[in-house]
């Protein structure tokens, strides 16, 4: 069902108390996505039985992790070779979290819920402008103060990244706060096939990536184990590891079109073969990396999965075309 923008009934008076509770939101936002990764870094510290640094050390590593689930490259400066390096992987599962939290506070804005429909409110345009503003004033304080940290935030990055996400979090939360409109109903189907198709994808993607897991299931648990002793370890690494499950359907997707995926500066996995010399660390989901060599036909069959997205995307719009009228 398509759904069209209807005028929100807007009180006049207020309106910049509006926009300054909006901007609140926006930092109560990042605050509370940020107080939740400290926690777990915290519990993380202080379950471990050789605790690596004091609580200055553990606050960096949780703003810094907070700042890499919104693209911001960090560097790390104590590289074996010690020239600085950069830590750009974003665990996307991380990066959820952000986003939602933004998301919600978008939506919040401009439709609170029943019992406060009568309150001042600002426009669409204000209650994104206001949510992202007030959010990327913290996300200022904590790129400042990653600056003294082991993992300092690469500035260029750190004013690219956080205000696009965040800009289109909060518009996704106004779009979704006006009832998700669209221009028109082609756009509607033209959407939802494209999110079939996309979904269809990723899916395709975390199979393959699953099913090579699975294949190399014994070289996986001897890498896992290996990296860390003890319980407290360990359950770091596991939820790494789930952190990064995103990131593996991503890059199952990937090798499934063809390009494939970088494995450091000097290889490339694509379903042909694995060619270059791969420098990754061991990592439970990187056993899952093809051997060196040529593909063989399994490597091949996942190329059927974007085959498999195209068809669903085309029959999904075939399906609704036939219904278009020349108004439409």
Request: charged share 10%; with cysteine; net charge positive.
């Amino acid at each position: 069902m398509t759904h069209y923008v209807t005028e929100q009934p807007l009180v006049q008076g207020g309106r910049s108390a509006a926009l300054a509770a909006a901007c609140v939101r926006g930092g109560v936002a990042a605050g509370l996505g940020l107080g939740a990764l400290a926690v777990l870094v915290i519990a993380a510290w202080v379950s471990s039985p050789f605790p690596d640094g004091g609580p200055g050390d553990v606050l960096h590593a949780a703003a810094g992790l907070w700042l890499l689930a919104h693209g911001v490259e960090l560097i790390r400066t104590d590289t074996l070779s010690g020239l600085p390096a950069p830590l750009g992987v974003v665990p996307l599962l991380l990066a959820a979290l952000p986003v939602w939290l933004v998301h919600r506070a978008a939506r919040d804005t401009l439709d609170p819920g029943a019992g406060v429909r009568d309150r001042p409110r600002p426009s669409p345009s204000g209650a994104v402008a206001s949510v992202a503003g007030g959010y990327l004033l913290v996300t200022a304080a904590v790129v400042l103060y990653s600056e003294s940290g082991p993992l300092p935030a690469e500035l260029v990055t750190a004013g690219l990244w956080p205000p696009a996400v965040v800009a289109g979090a909060a518009g996704a939360g106004v779009w979704t706060a006006l009832g998700r409109p669209f221009p028109g109903p082609r756009w509607a189907v033209l959407a939802r096939a494209a999110g079939l198709g996309l979904g269809t994808l990723l899916t395709g993607g975390a199979v393959a990536a699953a099913a090579s897991t699975a294949w190399h299931a014994g070289r996986a648990q001897t890498v896992f184990l290996g990296l860390a002793g003890e319980w407290s370890g360990r359950a770091v690494v596991l939820l790494l590891v789930l952190a990064l499950l995103p990131n593996a359907a991503v890059w199952g997707a990937a090798y499934g079109l063809g390009p494939g995926f970088a494995l450091g500066t000097g290889a490339l996995a694509t379903p042909l073969g694995l060619a270059g010399d791969p420098a990754v660390p061991p990592f439970p989901l990187l056993a899952a990396v093809p051997a060196e060599g040529r593909g063989t036909w399994l490597h091949w069959a996942v190329a059927a999965v974007p085959l498999v997205a195209a068809v669903l995307l085309g029959h999904r719009v075939g399906r609704s075309a036939r219904t278009w009228t020349a108004r439409d």
